[in-house]
């Protein structure tokens, strides 16, 4: 079994910025894919950007050159830069771990934009 936390959130000023973190235990295997995705009030849930454990990358076009995914192996974690801040941001936000053998979904973290 493989558990996700993530943290990082909160709110912030249009233009402003955030980081978030996800950290992911357990039965971890070394091929793996770690992304973001987020939810805002009523609408479904969207993908933000994902990485692999090769670190290939892939965005959603509405983050692409504001937001920078990133991880480190060694310690199982994954960040979430976010530039540029935007109110239509505003979202849950919920980390995914992918393995062969596990998807597991973080609990999520509140990001407001606002001023």
């Known amino acids: 079994q493989v558990h996700v936390v993530e943290s990082g959130g909160g709110l912030v000023q249009p233009g402003g910025s955030l980081r978030l973190s996800c950290a992911a235990s357990?039965?971890?295997?070394?091929?793996?894919?770690m992304g973001w995705y987020r939810q805002a009030p009523g609408k479904q849930r969207e993908l933000v950007a994902i990485?692999?454990?090769?670190?290939?990358?892939n965005y959603a076009d509405s983050v692409k050159g504001r937001f920078t995914i990133s991880r480190d192996n060694a310690k199982n974690t994954v960040y979430l830069q976010m530039n540029g801040l935007k109110p239509e941001d505003t979202a849950v936000y919920y980390c995914?771990?992918?393995?062969?053998?596990?998807?597991?979904w973080g609990q999520g973290t509140q990001v407001t934009v606002s001023s």
């Open positions: 357990g039965s971890i295997l070394s091929s793996n894919v």
């Open positions: 995914k771990f992918t393995s062969a053998f596990y998807t597991s």
């Open positions: 990485i692999t454990s090769g670190k290939d990358t």
